[in-house]
């Protein structure tokens, strides 16, 4: 979640009525700290946990896989952070398809909500300009000083909008690499030689022999349970300067910003998506997709799907779809800002003790039982250790576990989190270094602040809503639709935000050297 993490999100009634059940849910709450304060040996401010009145942090998160034993694993966790921050937790897990939605109800109706996760493609800079997150640069010095270990100034860069912090990101793959994951039963099925896909469209020989010979499965599906075959894509071929009005090709140009809407890349994307359509390798029904692709393949109705992708992702998804899962990775890995802001908590506004929610964030970044606690559950039960290594316990496998061991990318630093027993032990070690080995944008650290071309921003986004999934699902045909989307999208501003892009990228430069 990676990320990714990064979708359409469906308006359904059925997810307005979980809405309520949520908000229903997060109606409990303390009153905030009002501590005494004593300087720690480093000259910030702390609270002596003998001051802190007792809270409770209500926490939104992205719901991935089985949380049957939530309740369980939620009443460990507060056993720990009752000791150490004298605060218990709340989680409110969400899922994907339903997330922004959900989560942007919350905050507009004051609702209790202490943390959430909160994602560049899934309105972060709109949360923050409309005053919805609480800036995290003070609260950071007093109460986060072992995020701002792991979490560097040059990272932190990378997550502000309008030039605040109001994100601090989790400690993962902040690098990516782009392709498909595939069915391994079936790539040795039919002998299909991965050496052979060397880029997107090769695949089409591929998807060919999978529609000829399992024609009740999808040859492809979106990372997700998304809408687009393009969205988790997109950032191999360009840095998107936070969203994609204005790019970088090639995570360089010199820095100067175009139209990714008008670039040939772009189009070349949407003929090739167009072509699968059209072949029968996509689901007719795709444009209203809101089921996750790990549970497609996991039902035999999915062969492949689009990815971004880190060191023991196989692995990873391996475990979510009950299958033996392998990649053709097709675009070395690069870094962007947006990729590091791929997935983040923020404090939200609403919060009655923003200071007790900086304080269980530092133990997310810093606490290797808590975050184990919360990747994996309850030692002996959701998962038992093997040397240096975990796996689940005798009896348990991905179709019956109670708690899923595969969301710790969003939580704090996953550098702390125990390694699956199907992982080397080397495995953060190596993550560590396809980091620090990937191509770096040469916009790394700019923050594009939407706030002077809001309107336009505004306006853009509606055109996108008319056109993107139609165009990025292959249902429409960009032949006779993307003239008519760019367009309107330049009618609406389009051109006018790229040009305050490129001003505020080039005054970022002039000041970064």
Known sequence: MRGNRKKSVQTALAGMIAVSLLLTACSSGSGGSTATTAPSAAG???????????????????????????????????????????????FVPIDPAAYQQQVNLMLASNENLDLLVTLTALGYGTQAAKGQLVPLEDLLKKYGQDIAKVVTPEIQKATMASGKLYGIPSVRDWAADYGILMRKDIVDKYKIDLSKIKTFDDLDAVFKVVKDNEPNMA???????????????????????????????????????????????????????????????????????KIRPEDLVKAGKAFSFTVHMKPGYETKEAIL??????????????????????????????????????????????????????DYGIEGKHYVKKGDLIAFPNGVDTQNATYSPN??????????????????????????????????????????????????????????DQFKIGLETGTLDPDKNLPEFIGKMKASGMDKIIAEKQKQLDEWAKTNK
């Open 219 to 289: 040859a492809i599906v979106p990372e997700g349970g998304g809408t687009s075959y393009i969205a988790s894509l997109a950032p191999g071929f360009m840095d998107p300067l936070n969203d994609d009005n204005g790019v970088l090709p090639d995570h360089d140009n010199n820095l100067k910003v175009v139209n990714w809407f008008e670039s040939k890349q772009y189009s070349d994307l949407l003929k090739m998506v167009r072509r699968w359509y059209l072949d029968g390798y996509i689901p007719k029904d795709i444009a209203t997709n």
């Open 44 to 90: 910030e401010t702390v609270k002596a946990k003998s001051d802190l009145k007792p809270y409770e942090l209500t926490v939104a998160y992205y719901k991935i896989g089985n949380n049957k034993d939530l309740q369980e694993v939620q009443d460990a966790v507060n056993k720990l952070t009752k000791e150490k921050i004298n605060a218990t937790v709340k």
């Open 321 to 374: 779809t009950g299958t033996p899962m392998v990649a053709a990775r097709i675009i070395p890995p690069v870094t962007s800002t947006s990729s590091i802001a791929n997935v983040m908590f923020s404090i939200a506004k609403n919060s009655k003790d923003p200071e007790r929610a900086m304080m269980f964030l530092n133990l997310l970044y810093s606490d290797k039982e808590l975050i184990n606690l919360i």
């Open 407 to 464: 969301h710790g990318w969003e939580w704090g630093n996953q550098f702390l989190s125990y390694i699956w027993e199907t992982d080397p032990v080397s495995l953060w070690k190596d993550q560590a270094d396809f980091n620090k080995s990937s191509k770096k944008s040469k916009a790394l650290g700019f923050s594009f602040s939407v706030d002077p071309v809001k309107t336009e921003v505004a306006a853009v986004q509606s055109v996108k």
